[in-house]
């Protein structure tokens, strides 16, 4: 199925083996769990992950904790918040499942023609 303008949907170029989103790279991959540290201990165990980083009350962060666990070029960031308040908190209070973000780069837009 291609749209009106004859160019292809996200899907098609993807089944083709393209980039549909032109990322270069991702950076990371953040999850937004109910307890990091558990979370970071299995990911740790289960799948050989080991810990870069981590960001919580010690190193005097008291919005939210994160471990950072890598594996290869695999970067995940996997972080619980602190306080009840936050946006990422309310999306996983009393959730099973994460809520999952992440940082890409993707190619420079052009600019946009000048106006008249």
């Known amino acids: 199925m291609t749209t009106i303008t004859g160019q292809k949907t996200l899907r098609e170029v993807a089944e083709s083996g393209g980039n549909p989103l032109g990322l270069k790279r991702i950076h990371h991959v953040e999850f937004w769990v109910g307890n990091a540290k558990q979370a970071a ?55 099973a499942t994460a809520s999952v973000t992440s940082r890409c780069w993707s190619p420079t837009p052009t600019s946009p023609s000048p106006r008249r």
């Open 41 to 95: 201990f299995y990911y740790r165990k289960a799948f050989g992950f080991s810990q870069v980083a981590y960001s919580g009350l010690e190193t005097g962060n008291r919005q939210f904790a994160s471990y950072v666990l890598g594996q290869g070029r695999v970067r995940f960031v996997l972080s619980t918040p602190s306080t009840r308040p936050t946006r990422p908190a309310t999306t996983c209070a009393g959730m």
